[in-house]
């Protein structure tokens, strides 16, 4: 069964820091990877989709990138605001033919002021 | 503007009531999820559907129930709430291909 870490769990950070949230994966085969957005108790809201074919999406301070041969994918956040404070969820859509998401446990980020 | 749509946003209900939660979506998409989320918790597939009249259980079993009548509409039903259903229901929807997953504002259903 595929499984999907995130690393790491909770991270705190001062404002205005570039930070790295790691997603990592068991297989290979992937359809799609999405990059999702959490307030607590809210619904998700996408943030960056990374289709097979492709390496990396950028969207303003968010880059992320794709490496199906290592089994990771990165979201970069430049310059952090505590705006930015939120659960970041990574979920591979693995099968071709249903688009069905794994979820990873999500990284639950607090930028301070 | 196309978007998805769930209603109740929150909703507190007795043991034993039934319920339906709705979700709509205004994009045309043919793939519509149910998605389950304890507080702090990851979220579990429950049902999916790949177009009208299809429904799918998931990989989280449940107790509820759900209908694909129109293209446009998915709503879950309880035929008699628990306790142990107190949770974050999201709903979500896909179109074909690869073009990713558009997530509703959820509902947050207590039962007591």
């Known amino acids: 069964k595929q499984e999907v870490t995130q690393i790491p769990a909770a991270l705190s950070v001062p404002e205005g820091e570039n930070l790295v949230l790691n997603c990592s994966f068991t297989d290979s085969a992937i359809y799609n990877l999405q990059w999702f957005r959490q307030d607590p108790g809210k619904g998700l809201t996408s943030l960056l989709l990374?289709?097979?074919?492709?390496r990396e999406q950028t969207s303003g301070r968010l880059n992320a990138s794709l490496d199906k041969s290592s089994g990771r994918s990165t979201l970069y956040i430049a310059a952090s605001q505590p705006g930015d404070s939120a659960t970041y969820l990574c979920a591979w859509d693995l099968n071709n033919a249903g688009n069905m998401l794994t979820f990873g446990g999500g990284t639950r980020l607090m930028v301070k002021p | 503007e196309a978007d998805i749509y769930q209603t109740p946003r929150y909703l507190v209900i007795g043991t034993g009531k039934k319920i339906t939660l709705e979700c709509s979506q205004t994009m045309g998409h043919d793939k519509m999820y149910w998605y389950q989320q304890d507080p702090g918790m990851e979220l579990h597939l429950i049902h999916y559907s790949y177009g009208v009249n299809s429904t799918e259980k998931g990989d989280l079993s449940s107790e509820s129930t759900v209908s694909r009548i129109r293209t446009e509409h998915f709503p879950l039903t309880l035929e008699s709430a628990r306790p142990s259903h107190t949770s974050q229901y999201l709903c979500a929807s896909s179109p074909q291909g690869t073009y990713g997953y558009t997530f509703g504002s959820g509902t947050r259903l207590t039962v007591v």
């Open positions: 990374i289709q097979s074919s492709q």
